[in-house]
């Protein structure tokens, strides 16, 4: 199991998705997106398992921030070029991928 969890410091869920990894002592590599972003193979391994549109936060402050809302925009060279725009956290193990927290999918994960 590799886990890799993409996420900030500030976000709940992913604090809550480090804790669910740590409680099972399953080691995990953690990313704060502050620091650095999502590479585009990384963001085509994502996308493997989730939608491309499911990743950006649109609700975010980022989002509004930027005035996406009202501009025509490429999803995916938005987030590659501002990684503050995904919703987090993004969990991948392996090829399979979640967004947001999701403990009944990684339970399935651990087995």
């Not at 590599?29 to 398992?49: A, F, V």
């Not at 995904?86 to 399935?108: A, D, L």
């Amino acid at each position: 199991m590799n886990i890799q969890i993409f996420g900030t410091k500030k976000c709940q869920d992913s604090k809550k998705a480090e804790r669910f990894f740590k409680e099972r002592n399953i080691k995990y590599h953690y990313r704060d997106l502050t620091e650095k972003g999502i590479s585009k193979g990384e963001l085509d391994n994502i996308c493997r398992s989730v939608k491309l549109e499911d990743l950006i936060d649109r609700e975010g402050k980022q989002y509004r921030t930027r005035n996406l809302a009202y501009i025509i925009h490429d999803v995916e060279t938005i987030l590659l070029e501002d990684p503050l725009l995904f919703k987090t956290p993004v969990v991948r193990n392996g090829n399979y991928s979640t967004v947001g927290y999701q403990p009944e999918i990684w339970k399935k994960w651990i087995g």
